[in-house]
């Protein structure tokens, strides 16, 4: 069963934005904290930002000013609007549960070219 499903990923001018979205199986997104990561070729899968069930928000100081993390629990659905983009921003991004994780997804690609 498939659990996280990234998208809105793509390639974008440094400066641009990206709004990633991710589609959540009710076993991680309800009543669960959840969270954007990325990975960089050769890094480790790094925190990005997290939401709270009640909508309080976090950011990695390297998103902060820049990123917004959402969620519609309506839908189960997590969001990442991401603004003057800079090509270190380059990674794979996935969403999952803060504490609570599930598989990981296939994640989405972003790519910010200078």
């Known amino acids: 069963q498939v659990q996280l499903v990234e998208s809105g990923g793509g390639l974008v001018q440094a400066g641009g934005s990206l709004r990633l979205s991710c589609a959540a199986s009710?076993?991680?997104?309800?009543?669960?904290?959840m969270a954007w990561y990325r990975q960089a070729p050769g890094k480790q899968r790094e925190l990005v930002a997290v939401?709270?069930?009640?909508?309080?928000?976090n950011y990695a100081d390297s998103a902060k000013g820049r990123f917004t993390i959402s969620r519609d629990n309506a839908k189960n659905t997590v969001y990442l609007q991401m603004n003057s983009l800079k090509p270190e921003d380059t990674a794979v991004y996935y969403c999952?549960?803060?504490?609570?994780?599930?598989?990981w997804g296939q994640g989405t690609q972003v790519t910010v070219s200078s």
């Open positions: 009710g076993s991680i997104f309800s009543n669960n904290a």
């Open positions: 999952n549960g803060l504490l609570r994780k599930g598989s």
């Open positions: 939401i709270t069930t009640g909508g309080i928000t």
